[in-house]
T-cell receptor, first 107, second 113 residues
Framework: AQRVTQPEKLLSVFKGAPVELKCNYS??????LFWYVQYSRQRLQLLLR??SRESIKGFTADLNKGETSFHLKKPFAQEEDSAMYYC?????????FGTGTRLKVLA | DAGITQSPRYKITETGRQVTLMCHQT?????MFWYRQDLGHGLRLIYY???????DKGEVPDGYVVSRSKTENFPLTLESATRSQTSVYFC????????????FGPGTRLTVT
């Protein structure tokens, strides 16, 4: 079964603390993994994709095929990182989204 | 990202009524999608379309109907609205040329009373 699991509904961290949003997936094939973000009163937008291997807004995510994970990390959280984060898997042109993790960065 | 728009942005309707949510994109993207966003469920795919006149069911299609007579439009119709269809609905589009990145509309908040 194709599935994306985000085990945490809510993650609260203090400003300056490290952040890790967990994502595990199940897919028979070679998926493409993404993180999408929704800031308050803004649209969902792409944050990063695993094939790009870039750091966006200080966030990175490494695809671990052995553990079927694609965790999102940032060494020092900022208040503006507070948002809803969705991990997503693309098989063909369709996406499967996880249930999302709301990140709250506390001052 | 004015390239993909949704209307109305907010809608209150009564149980049993038909309601249509509109989605319009100006990029000529081949693929279009409808999702609903619910607490605890994340984003769930309702219907999708690979091109004009080609549509297919997603994860939660029951109670919904779509059409795509033109590439730029992808309306979603609730034939007989139920309270369980109270949700935020997002339209998205994508294309091969942009690596299938999904571009989302601003959402429509629908309340069924």
């Amino acid at each position: 079964a194709q599935r994306v699991t985000q085990p945490e509904k809510l993650l609260s961290v203090f400003k300056g603390a490290p952040v890790e949003l967990k994502c595990n997936y199940s897919y028979s094939g070679s998926p493409e993994l993404f993180w999408y973000v929704q800031y308050s009163r803004q649209r969902l937008q792409l944050l990063l994709r695993h094939i790009s291997r870039e750091s966006i807004k200080g966030f990175t995510a490494d695809l671990n095929k052995g553990e079927t994970s694609f965790h999102l990390k940032k060494p020092f959280a900022q208040e503006e990182d507070s948002a809803m984060y969705y991990c997503a898997l693309r098989g063909t042109y369709k996406y499967i989204f996880g249930t999302g993790t709301r990140l709250k960065v506390l001052a | 990202d004015a390239g993909i728009t949704q209307s109305p942005r907010y809608k209150i309707t009564e149980t049993g009524r038909q309601v249509t949510l509109m989605c319009h994109q100006t990029w000529s993207h081949s693929y279009m999608f409808w999702y609903r966003q619910d607490l605890g469920h994340g984003l769930r795919l309702i219907y999708y379309s690979a091109a004009a006149d080609i549509t297919d069911k997603g994860e939660v299609p029951d109670g919904y109907v779509v059409s795509r007579s033109k590439t730029e439009n992808f309306p979603l119709t609730l034939e007989s609205a139920t309270r369980s269809q109270t949700s935020v609905y997002f339209c998205a589009s994508s294309a091969v040329q942009s690596g299938y990145e999904q571009y989302f509309g601003p959402g429509t908040r629908l309340t069924v009373t």
